[in-house]
């Protein structure tokens, strides 16, 4: 089956930063999650964070928030400490909420725009602006 809706990474200083388009298929998801941990692998030798910007998301079947699951304690487990969420919908917020109950070494937090979620990471000392 075809990949549907789309993503795109990029690493700045020891933040992933990860921007989400349209609606995801379990296609999407497996191999956002492959490349999530192949970029991690660059900048996991000291704390990290991740970006999450789904300001131009538009959700995702059910079954991927098992992938999801696994991939943040693949995070809890190879040095994140951060994680900041741009969200355009309060139902985003409410599944990555429950999704992070895993993130128990990472400070995660909820930001309305990219410019908070960006000041908070350079803050943390883990983002270049």
């Known amino acids: 089956m075809l990949e549907h809706g789309s993503f795109s990474m990029e ?6 930063i990860i921007r989400c388009y349209g609606a995801w298929n379990i296609q999407t998801v497996i191999r956002m999650c492959q490349e999530y941990k192949e970029h991690v692998n ?11 910007d789904f300001t131009q998301w538009e959700l995702s079947t059910p ?37 992070h109950d895993v ?14 979620a960006y000041e908070w990471l350079d803050e943390v000392g883990v983002y270049q602006q």
């Open 11 to 16: 690493i700045n200083a020891q933040t992933l």
């Open 42 to 52: 660059s900048i996991s030798d000291s704390p990290w964070a991740c970006l999450v």
């Open 63 to 99: 079954e991927m928030w098992e992938h999801i699951d696994e991939l943040n304690e693949w995070g809890n487990a190879n040095n994140q400490k951060f994680e900041a969420v741009v969200c355009s919908l309060s139902i985003q917020k409410h599944l990555m909420e429950i999704s």
């Open 103 to 116: 993130l128990t070494n990472v400070d995660a937090r909820f930001f309305d725009n990219l410019t908070q």
